[in-house]
């Protein structure tokens, strides 16, 4: 049996010190895995239909032809597998700054890791999302200037509290443009949001993309007994 509460991993990092552990939630009695940066949550298994959405939301507004993936964020890895679900993705990139949540998954620390780490179509990128966006590297080492068909981005908390001062600048005109410049004509961005959708920034989507969309996902939460809600934005290319 498991104890109750396991530091699972544990590394310090150029953002603070990051740890994986599994624990026992009292309230539902299932095994739950968390990542803490500090004394901070940043994300747990127990809360991820948000997560899985942003996948879902995004590539249904694509057509039904091969598709070229990029997610920012590995995280516990829930957005990049349900890409992985949709039969149309022929490739997945998924770029992660921190090394030990790419190790976390090829050690199978995580349930399921498995699915991304063996799935020939999943290249796991050690790389700051932001940086390869700004200095115009890219996400395919081999073509630095290749397009994609959507790029879906789990990293910040929302467009107005990020994790990193220098991420801010993806939420601007001038970052939204350069993200742009990455897909293909018609091709979507997908964005996670812990906010209420925030009118301000749907304004500066919809000068940067064809249309912008924000939806609202709600899902019970049992530490409340309630529900609660989480955002997921969707703008096409033009």
Known sequence: MHPRLAELAWASTRIGEISLRRRLEPTTKIEVYEVKLGDEYLMSSLFTVAEEELSRLALAALPDTPLDVVVGGLGLGYTARAALADERVRSLIVVEALAPVIDWHRRD??????????????????????????????????????????????????????????????????????????????????????????????????????????????????????????????????
Do not use: K, M
């Open 109 to 238: 620390l995580l349930p399921q890791a498995r699915e991304l780490t063996t799935d020939p179509r999943t290249t796991l990128l050690e790389g700051d999302f932001f940086a390869l966006l700004r200095d115009g590297t890219g996400f395919d080492p081999v073509t630095p200037d290749r397009r994609f068909d959507a790029i879906l981005v789990d990293i910040d908390h929302s467009p107005v509290n990020v994790l990193d001062p220098t991420h801010a600048d993806l939420y601007t005109s001038a970052g939204l443009r350069r993200l742009g410049d990455r897909l293909r004509p018609g091709g979507v961005f997908g964005l996670w949001s812990d906010d209420a959708p925030d009118e301000t920034f749907l304004t500066v989507l919809r000068e940067c993309f064809a249309t912008a969309t924000a939806q609202v996902v709600t899902f019970a939460n049992p530490l409340t007994g309630g529900t609660s809600a989480n955002t997921v934005y969707v703008a096409a290319n033009f």
